[in-house]
């Protein structure tokens, strides 16, 4: 990143030419010369020199416009444009829409003396140099959130609407060219994946970090509720009546506090997390997964594997329904940015490079600049912290359906279970405690529950005397070689019951260790069923064997309803990508710091029992 250059002009000089920007260069001279102000408005920019919460080279101004929904609903803008940009200039614009945009903070009030823009992507501001590299980037606040009204409508049509509204809005502005891209992480990733969606002709590119795929998965897994289905809603709530700044505009505050005025719209965004019928209208229009079929945006996207807040479930299913061109880092680390360091200056993702390939992939689509580094056009980290680049994701050398066979359990959410650990004279293991509080997709509470020690391998004791409990397992012959687990593996089976069930991949080594990989649960009811897992990239060693448990919901983070009830399970399949890791071609980057995380925390003793299936190596066709 080259220096930041010195600012050598007068004030009045520099509030000129900003004001011919938006076309009203007399008003904003002479009340610039009334003296500076810290709230930008429309015609009155504002520098870094006048307000330190302004990005140094950029000059903030602020601006309202209304959704595309014709609801009414006026959303707001902080724009920011390179310092001392010349008249009658254009440059690209990168927009991020979400409800993180508050003056007063992101997800709470953060301390702020003075108004200003957030700083929620400084880190992408100041990495890519994005000022002095020719870009603008706008940050407008969905319906409900900072400076805009409405109701809120998480992932729904009305936030679909505001997308639409903002992409339009950007693309017409007198500074910018037309070509738009959008940037996010999170929420405001979800929003970028929606501007796919949409399919405007103004949007260019998508970088979207860890976004969620369908809204759905995030409060519900196949009907059983996660412990969040109260926290994000009220989480989202408490977002968007924060209250302003005192010094923000009049027409600011009192947008901001529309929730005041109208409480319905906090009862409403809290009844629609209730509905837990996936084919239910609320979630349909809010199947982004769906909704993405036949998209061609250019799309950029980061996912972690084993993350425990925005999982990686109907991932593939996007990217298969999106035809543009695709770029993405794809690995074993938690919710984290490209750009991320922890706290011991390690990158959180593993490789580096973010900022300086995400604005190669910016200056492609939005500039049609030719980009100087040939990127892969998928770098990938598998579980054991090697590196991969790929044309695509997955790479499916082999696709099996493995039989399980069946077995039975009791819906007991995992008492019989504990009841028989603390039979081998181990302590009592307590049930996990449901988290309470606010739960945003920018913040999530640790909630995972790892199963206690020596509670698998017990109940696989158990189940091989022929007791029924809260489980049973299913092993593979060993390994002859090394297989990749890619993509979503998938579970059917003929149940016999009602209840739920959960369903577990163990990656088995041959000293009895084994760490588990992928789990879903679902609602379960006499009948066929099939179940997707989360998308997965885990490498099975040469001499490791592959478990499966099916059972009662006993770890994980979910507020199932134990029915009690005996579950017969038959005809259990298993569905798998297979990949060779031997074909691998290395792209650059180290283990991520994640990766040793979840191990120690998923690493539970496992003995396996007689191998009952065979995990077919991958190979060509």
């Known amino acids: 990143m080259r220096a930041r250059r010195a600012s050598v002009r007068t004030p009045s000089a520099l509030v000129a030419a900003l004001a011919l920007t938006v076309g009203l260069a007399g008003h904003a001279a002479a009340a610039r010369d009334a003296g500076a102000r810290p709230a930008a408005t429309a015609t009155g920019p504002v520098t870094h020199e006048e307000n330190d919460r302004v990005p140094e080279g950029s000059v903030w101004t602020q601006h309202y416009f209304p959704s595309s929904d014709r609801s009414g609903t006026q959303l707001h803008a902080d724009v920011l444009l390179p310092e001392g940009l010349a008249r009658g200039q254009k440059v690209p614009v990168i927009l991020s829409v979400g409800p993180y945009f508050a003056h007063s903070g992101q997800t709470g009030p953060e301390g702020w003396t003075r108004t200003g823009p957030s700083a929620r992507f400084q880190d992408f501001i100041e990495g890519t140099d994005l ?23 998480w992932g729904g049509p009305g936030e679909q609407a505001d997308v639409r509204a903002a992409v339009d809005w950007a693309a017409k502005q007198p500074w910018s060219t037309g070509a738009v891209g959008m940037y996010g992480k999170s929420y405001d990733a979800v929003t970028g994946l ?35 289905v109260t926290g994000t809603a009220d989480a989202y709530n408490s977002i968007a009546t924060m209250p302003p700044m005192a010094d923000d505009d009049p027409r600011y505050r009192a947008n901001a506090r529309y929730e005041e005025r109208h409480p319905e719209c906090l009862t409403e965004n809290s009844a629609g ?17 769906r909704m993405a079929r036949g998209s061609d945006t250019p799309l950029f996207v980061t996912q972690g594997f084993v993350e425990n807040n925005t999982k990686p479930e109907e991932m593939e299913e996007y990217l298969d329904h999106h035809k543009g061109p695709e770029r993405g880092w794809l690995g074993q680390w938690d919710h984290v940015r490209g750009g991320d360091r922890t706290p011991d200056g390690r990158l959180a993702m593993g490789r580096e490079g973010w900022y300086a390939e ?10 049609g600049i030719r980009p ?47 009841a028989a650990l603390t039979a081998t004279g181990r302590p009592a293991p307590q ?35 022929g007791e029924v409990t809260s489980s049973f397992f299913v092993w593979s012959k060993p390994l002859k070689q090394a297989v990749r687990v890619t993509g979503t593996p998938q579970v059917t089976l003929t149940a016999k019951g009602e209840g739920n069930v959960m369903l577990k991949l163990y990656d088995v080594a041959p000293d009895g260790t084994a760490v588990m990989f992928d789990e879903q649960v679902s609602l379960v009811d006499s009948g066929r069923l099939s179940v997707d897992l989360k998308a997965t990239d885990w490498t099975l060693a040469a001499g490791h064997v592959l478990a499966v448990e099916i059972g009662s919901v006993r770890t994980g983070s979910w507020r199932d309803t134990p029915s009690g009830e005996t579950v017969e399970v038959k005809g259990a399949r298993l569905r798998l990508a297979l990949d060779d890791p031997a074909d691998d071609v290395a792209t650059p980057g180290d283990r991520s710091p994640y990766l040793d995380t979840y191990l120690r925390q998923y690493t539970v003793a496992l003995p396996a029992g007689p191998g009952t299936f065979t995990v077919v190596p991958g190979g060509r066709r």
């Not at 405007?200 to 970088?207: D, E, S, T, Y």
């Not at 997390?273 to 997964?289: G, K, V």
């Not at 579980?383 to 399980?404: F, I």
Request: glycine share 10%; proline share 6%.
């Open 273 to 289: 997390y209730r509905i837990s019928d996936q084919r239910d209208e609320h979630w349909t229009s809010r199947d982004l997964a």
């Open 358 to 367: 995400t604005l190669s992939f910016y200056d492609q689509y939005l500039k």
């Open 372 to 418: 100087a580094v040939r990127y892969p056009a998928y770098a990938v980290e598998d579980s054991t912290g090697a590196w991969r680049a790929q044309h695509t994701w997955p790479v499916t050398e082999r696709s099996v359906t493995l039989r399980l066979g069946g077995g039975s359990y009791v819906d007991d959410g995992g008492a019989s279970a504990r």
């Open 131 to 153: 000022f002095d590299q020719g870009y603008a980037f706008v940050m407008v606040d969905l319906r409900g959130f900072g400076g805009s009204t409405g109701c809120l409508d």
């Open 194 to 228: 929606i501007g796919n969606n949409l399919d405007q002709r103004a949007l260019k590119a998508v970088v979207a970090q860890e976004p969620l795929w369908d809204m759905y998965q995030y409060i519900y897994s196949n009907g059983v509720p996660r412990p969040n």
């Open 431 to 465: 049930a996990p405690a449901q988290p309470d509080g606010e739960w945003d997709m920018e913040n999530a509470p640790a909630t995972e529950q790892p199963a206690p020690e020596g509670l698998a391998g017990v109940l696989a004791e158990r189940r091989q005397a």
